[in-house]
């Protein structure tokens, strides 16, 4: 039973544009929300994380847009690079072991 | 270079074998995670051991079982492989014993791992 949904599967951008992937959770009780980015051969690593408090989290070319009522959050590649492309997770959590996966994102940015 | 080891990095494996995965991590991090990642399901937790000594069951812990004898070691145990269990299999860990903000998880390279 997946608690958290990502959209879409694949998306292909062109070099300098804007990626977006978005996220819906179920469980009101979770209280951090990360994303995750994973290059082939290698694990996923941490991108950026937001928690529930804030509506808004940028680092550099990546924001995460949160909204709390409902139940949805996004992550935004401004400027998208050939050197984005990879798989996006986003995540849901109220700790370790309650950290709940989307199904993730294959992002190819053209060159 | 701090962070977690995994081995083997691919492994063909006949159906009914035992197979061991080894998982180490070099950063003194209290909490240790298995993950399987499969295309359209994302990466679901299988064992996880929040210290040494205690291991507790994820959201698909069947065929698996873990040990968890010291603070960097946390090795995953297929008793008899079945083909549904080819996968990747990431090792993680995370600071506390709970992921927080400011703990996230920390992951292996993956073992690519084919019953047949």
């Known amino acids: 039973q997946q608690q958290v949904k990502q959209s879409p599967q694949s998306l292909i951008v062109q070099k300098g544009g804007i990626s977006i992937i978005n996220c819906a959770y179920e469980?009101?009780?979770?209280?951090?929300f990360p994303w995750y980015q994973q290059f082939p051969g290698k694990g996923p690593a941490l991108l950026i994380a937001i928690r529930p408090d804030v509506s808004e989290k940028k680092e550099g070319r990546f924001t995460i847009s949160f909204n709390k009522s409902a139940k949805q959050f996004s992550l935004h590649i401004m400027d998208s690079q050939p050197g984005d492309s990879a798989t996006y997770f986003c995540a849901a959590s109220t700790g370790g072991f309650k950290t709940i996966f989307g199904a993730g994102t294959r992002l190819f940015v053209k060159a | 270079i701090a962070g977690i080891t995994q081995a083997p990095t691919s492994q063909i494996l006949a159906a009914g074998r035992r197979m061991t995965l080894r998982c180490t991590q070099d950063?003194?991090?209290?909490?240790m995670y298995w993950y399987r990642q499969d295309l359209g399901l994302g990466l679901r937790l299988i064992h996880y051991?929040?210290?040494?000594?205690?291991?507790g069951k994820g959201e698909v812990p069947d065929g698996y079982s873990v040990s968890r004898a010291n603070t960097d070691d946390f090795p995953l145990t297929l008793a008899s492989a079945v083909p549904s269990q080819t996968s990747v299999y990431f090792c993680?860990?995370?600071?506390?014993?709970?992921?927080?903000?400011?703990?996230?998880?920390?992951f292996g390279n993956g073992t690519r791992l084919t019953v047949t």
């Open positions: 950063m003194r991090h209290n909490a």
């Open positions: 469980n009101t009780a979770f209280d951090y």
């Open positions: 993680a860990s995370s600071d506390g014993a709970e992921s927080s903000y400011n703990s996230p998880l920390h």
């Open positions: 051991s929040n210290t040494a000594g205690t291991t």
